[in-house]
């Protein structure tokens, strides 16, 4: 039988919904990457220069896209065994992990849809899984 998966995704989360006949199941991966947080205004001590800060957001920022891509490999050792693929979610995350399947060995031909998703519910996301693949037969 094959497996269709549906994957919401979001840079806190994934969470991949595998419908096999009328059975679906659902798996949370979290991402762990830190946010994104503006550094505090105020006051610099004693010759801070503004070169500084913005030497730490790269740095930060260098570190986030690291904590992804680990994340994006994560998420794509768990596809593997998915015969088609619809890519849900609200931001750049889901461009990003169709940038790194691309990459991927033959996974990239099983996508079949990326597409724009505010949050939903599980029991939502597995209907608009299950209705999406029903739709695509």
């Not at 946010?35 to 205004?41: A, L, T, W």
Request: charged share 30%.
């Amino acid at each position: 039988m094959r497996k269709n998966t549906g994957l919401w995704i979001d840079h806190k989360e994934a969470i991949l919904v595998s419908i096999e006949g009328e059975k679906a199941s659902v798996q949370h991966i979290e991402s762990g990457a830190e946010r994104h947080h503006k550094p505090s205004g105020g006051w610099k001590s004693g010759g801070t220069s503004v070169a500084q800060t913005v030497s730490n957001e790269h740095v930060d920022e260098e570190r986030r896209k690291h904590q992804y891509h680990s994340f994006y490999q994560k998420v794509i050792e768990l596809l593997s065994d998915s015969a088609n693929l619809v890519i849900f979610g609200p931001g750049e995350a889901k461009i990003e992990l169709a940038k790194e399947i691309e990459k991927s060995n033959g996974i990239h031909k099983k996508v079949t849809t990326v597409e724009s998703c505010d949050r939903l519910t599980e029991n939502q996301l597995i209907a608009k899984v299950k209705t999406f693949f029903s739709a695509h037969r």
